[in-house]
């Protein structure tokens, strides 16, 4: 793959974690940099680590990750859409649901990273045969989520900073919608 190829590829992995950082920026409501930039390192290294797990394991287990990978997606995605809504309907003060938990994040992580294993498996595939050459594709992938992340992250914190409107619903449906969409995609295919 060329550099382009890359980084346009780093743009489609990255929009989950685009999306998902445009909601916990709005559940926060003001710009939160530890939780932005621990969120946007999380999302970046998992973005980056499963197409390594995925290249490095393409042998043992391609079959097996490429039949279940969106319903696992599809059901982090889900409880925690529906956990951000049920938390929603509760009153402000009960409410715990906390993009800053770092549990939160990390289920947030591997959710919008798994369907980055599934590259790493193609890139098994497609001519990247040593630990070296998978190395720049892996940093293209981590670094246009993290920056991506990054940007949603100031996007849902502006937003929600000028908006006083509550943001668990939508935010739990986004997720929900994202996890539906893995899912319809792979059910398609």
């Known amino acids: 793959m060329s550099t382009v190829e890359l980084i346009l590829l780093s743009v489609a992995l990255a929009m989950d974690c685009f999306t998902v950082s445009i909601a916990s920026g ?12 621990v969120t946007a390192v999380m999302f970046g290294f998992f973005q980056g ?14 079959d097996a990750i490429q039949a279940w990978d969106h319903w696992i ?9 529906v956990r951000m809504i049920a938390d929603a309907l509760k009153p402000e003060e009960e409410q715990s649901f906390d993009p800053s938990k770092i549990g939160t994040t990390l289920t947030m992580a591997i959710a919008t990273s798994i369907d980055a294993l599934a590259v790493g498996l193609s890139f098994g595939c497609t001519g990247y045969s040593t630990f070296a050459g ?9 670094a246009g989520s993290f920056l991506f992340s990054i940007a949603g992250f100031f996007i849902g914190a502006f937003a929600g900073s000028r908006f006083k409107f509550p ?23």
């Not at 998978?134 to 981590?142: E, H, K, N, Q």
């Not at 929900?176 to 398609?188: D, M, P, R, S, T």
């Open 49 to 62: 680590f499963m197409p390594m797990l995925g290249w490095l394991g393409m042998s043992f287990f391609a």
């Open 73 to 81: 997606a599809f059901g982090l995605l889900a409880f925690l859409g």
């Open 134 to 142: 998978i190395l720049l594709p892996v940093c293209i992938i981590a």
């Open 167 to 189: 943001v668990g619903i939508p935010g739990g449906l986004i997720l929900i919608g994202i996890g539906v969409k893995i899912l319809i995609e792979h059910l398609a295919a």
């Open 26 to 37: 709005l559940i926060q409501r003001r710009l939160v940099v530890r939780t932005m930039l």
